[in-house]
């Protein structure tokens, strides 16, 4: 079966970098897009950032791009999220979400992994 | 990228029914029915519900249900459970290859 699982968060000072990473199993990575999705505390989600599924488009929310990057690596079915110049409003659980696809791109994910957490505090 | 409105939260009593409304601009909806809402129980992985306005993944109840007019989309949750008591939250892919959420619904069954 499907399963994404987070890890790499846990807790970083105003300024500092982290690197998430989204292992994938049960489906064939390199076939499908990916996205890292953000919850801070006591609010709702937020899109973060889309890489396509050879990793040549990368699409980021205003509020993390120039600071964030996506990446992955197919050959070990792991999806990364480095993040740098980290922020208090940036304290959130970060999911990985598969998006889905069937014959052709679909536009929501279909599935997600349980999150990890990261706190950006001095 | 504003949010998409939905409110803060609704509540239905068991076997009664609710609709959550989620509502955008034109450009947040791209004009195509690309759509989707997940359900969120604390401590657990975001759940697809409904995807492309209307359509229900596999192992969904046909309890859940969603439908748009205009620029809002609702998702309908039939015969209320109290298994269903859960934040929802809508998305939808955009204009400018981004996507957005809705700012989340508390659904509590009383």
């Known amino acids: 079966q499907v399963q994404l699982v987070e890890s790499g968060g846990g807790v970083v000072q105003p300024g500092r970098s982290l690197r998430l990473s989204c292992a994938a199993s049960?489906?064939?990575?390199?076939?499908?897009?990916m996205h890292w999705v953000r919850q801070a505390p006591g609010k709702g989600l937020e899109w973060v950032a889309v890489?396509?599924?050879?990793?040549?488009?990368?699409y980021y929310a205003d509020s993390v791009k120039g600071r964030f990057t996506i990446s992955r690596d197919n050959s070990k079915n792991t999806l990364y999220l480095q993040m740098n110049s980290l922020r208090a409003d940036d304290t959130a659980v970060y999911y990985c979400?598969?998006?889905?696809?069937?014959?052709?791109?679909?536009?929501?994910?279909?599935?997600w992994g349980q999150g990890t957490l990261v706190t950006v505090s001095s | 990228q504003s949010a998409l409105t939905q409110p803060a939260s609704v509540s239905g009593s068991p076997g009664q029914s609710i609709t959550i409304s989620c509502t955008g601009t034109s450009s947040d909806f791209l004009g195509y029915n690309y759509v989707s809402w997940y359900q969120l129980h604390p401590g657990k992985a975001p759940k697809l519900v409904i995807y492309d306005v209307t359509n229900r993944p596999s192992g969904v109840s046909d309890r859940f249900s969603g439908s748009k007019s205009g620029n809002t989309a609702s998702l309908s949750i039939s015969g209320l459970q109290a298994e269903d008591e859960a934040d929802y939250f809508c998305t939808s892919f955009t204009s400018s290859s981004t996507w957005v959420f809705g700012g989340g619904t508390k659904l509590t069954v009383l």
């Open positions: 049960g489906f064939t990575f390199s076939f499908y897009n």
């Open positions: 979400a598969k998006q889905g696809y069937d014959s052709v791109v679909k536009y929501y994910f279909d599935y």
């Open positions: 890489i396509s599924y050879a990793g040549t488009n990368k």
